[in-house]
């Protein structure tokens, strides 16, 4: 079983999502829960010396000026907790449940929450023995994530539910009890250490920008298999005139293009059908270079979401101070996702677009459709309707999300970032693109076997054509499609044949 050792600095995005979706143990470093000592015993200094601090000495919200008394303050983490667990609608996945617990516990041992230490590791041990909280995915707004997480700490004291090791569900405190693990009891801070933080948010951006990722790559494949079926003209991919407009973004895809098309005859002259092929072809770079940059900015913004501290107050250990501020504010995450997913909508159209000009035997000098000669068979004409709904549905989800003057707490709480919601597009965005790019694959691998290509392609397009063709046989006669679309999308969502190292250059 393998181990991930948190310490509030060095968790990166590829750590996560392996650790959200495989048994990985959990460790907690001792320098970070160190921080959480230290930081916490201003917490006491503070409740002594009844110094205002935000949800520590004084009410949440618009009760932010009320001073709270001794008997407020003794149950006040409890009823953060209770006030505030509203998340409905279906339930979030386990995953991403276990990715922003992972994501808060990092961001604890930074030090900054002013959270117990025995809060770290009492989620440290549930997500170790397999249990994971469960709530439901609505009721965030981008501004802390504070109803979502209080049903997920409602759980941790053991008033919720959680999910068991084998996916079943059942109340925490039984749970906990069959683990040998005790509910854990809250003290001053505590409750909104657990609530108010914009972790379940990041842990799910996080997620879906590495699908993304995934996804990218995956039709960066795809465009090579279906310039290799066209016999495109690779002269657009050449560094060199790239390089006399150098957008870092369109010199990496084309760098990724150029990889998967190493050792095909492509690149020798004669080779390619026209001087000019369609944009689609001819601009693949810059079509796909523009995404890269939106991708790499979202990588970039997901890695510091998760390594960041979230709260309100931070603890500021040298200062020896809580001090009230707008960390939790996700508003980067959602120009991120927004500005990923309008990045996918050419993307897509080009995929269309390429898929198209290889079903025209006008365009690709194939028979119609590709189908089989001496065949009845229509070919892949009627699976474009799919592509174009694939298509639709991509650019619908793209749409911005609309951001208003948040009507919380009596106009105290009056903005929001909408990230969950774009977050959620992005991901349908993701999903559609993998649909998208295995259509785009099964049409790029029947004309490269038209043209007698299969295992003359070059050694990586090769080997994704054999990879293809374990899951879809070639269309010779018509036959229902739809479970070889799925299987293909699911592997490539695995990342398990689309990705090209960097080291297959040319």
């Given amino acids: 079983m393998k181990t991930l050792r948190l310490d509030g600095t060095s968790l990166t995005v590829a750590d996560l999502d392996r650790a959200a979706h495989g048994n990985w143990q959990l460790d907690l470093a001792p320098e970070g829960l160190a921080r959480m000592s230290r930081t916490h015993a201003l ?52 995953e991403v449940v276990r990715a922003g617990l992972i994501v808060r516990l990092n961001t604890m041992l930074g030090g900054y929450s002013a ?39 409602l759980a941790l004291i053991g008033e919720g539910e959680m999910y068991a090791g084998d996916g079943s569900i059942g109340p925490s405190a039984e749970l906990m009890q ?52 066209f016999r495109a003209n690779t002269g657009p991919l ?15 895809a084309a760098s990724g293009l150029r990889n998967r098309l190493a050792g095909s005859a492509l690149f020798e002259t004669g080779q390619a059908r026209r001087l000019q092929d369609p944009l689609s072809f001819r601009n693949v770079a810059q079509i796909h270079g523009t995404a890269k940059t939106a991708l790499d900015r979202a990588m970039d913004c997901v890695q510091i ?72 068979s229509n070919g892949f004409a009627p699976v474009m309707k799919v592509a174009e709904s694939l298509v639709a549905e991509i650019a619908h989800a793209a749409q911005s999300i609309p951001v208003w003057p948040s009507v919380n707490a009596n106009g105290v709480e009056d903005c929001l970032t909408g990230s969950p919601a774009a977050v959620s597009a992005l991901d349908r965005i993701a999903d559609n693109v993998f649909h998208l790019t ?13 043209r007698k290509l ?53």
């Fill in 43 to 94: 917490v006491a200094r503070a409740i002594a010396g009844k110094i205002p601090v935000y949800g520590v000495t004084t009410g949440l919200g618009a009760r932010a000026t009320e001073v709270l008394g001794a008997d407020a303050l003794a149950d006040f983490s409890l009823q953060t907790l209770r006030g505030r667990a509203h998340a409905i609608g279906p339930l979030a996945a386990p």
């Fill in 115 to 153: 959270a117990r230490p025995e809060v770290a590791r009492h989620i440290a041990t549930c997500l170790n023995a397999g249990l994971v909280p469960v709530t439901g995915s609505l009721g965030s707004i981008g501004a802390a994530d504070l109803v979502l997480n209080a049903a997920t700490g």
């Fill in 178 to 229: 069959a683990h040998g693990i005790t509910p854990l009891k809250l003290a001053p801070r505590d409750g909104l250490a657990l609530a108010n933080h914009s972790c379940a948010t990041a842990a799910r951006a996080a997620l879906t920008v590495s699908k993304a990722a995934t996804a990218f790559e995956a039709v960066q494949t795809s465009a090579a298999m279906s310039m290799e079926g």
């Fill in 238 to 252: 050449d560094e060199t005139i790239l390089s006399i407009k150098p957008h870092p973004g369109h010199l990496k």
């Fill in 305 to 376: 979401e998760i390594s960041s501290a979230s709260d309100n107050p931070v603890a500021l250990a040298e200062r020896e101070k809580l001090v009230s501020c707008g960390a939790y504010f996700t508003s980067e995450i959602t120009s991120a996702a927004e500005t990923l997913s309008r990045s996918f909508v050419p993307l897509a159209m080009a995929q269309l677009a390429r898929a198209a000009k290889l079903l025209n035997p006008e365009f690709s000098g194939l028979p119609s459709f590709l189908a089989m000669p001496d065949s009845a």
């Fill in 438 to 450: 295995s259509i785009e694959l099964l049409i790029a691998c029947q004309a490269i076997e038209l």
């Fill in 454 to 506: 299969s295992s003359n392609c070059g050694g990586f397009l090769a080997g994704m054509n054999y990879q293809v063709r374990k899951i879809s046989p070639a269309l010779r006669d018509d036959r229902p499609l739809a479970k070889d679309i799925e299987n293909l999308s699911a592997t490539l969502k695995e990342n398990r044949i689309a990705f090209c190292p960097p080291d297959a250059s040319e």
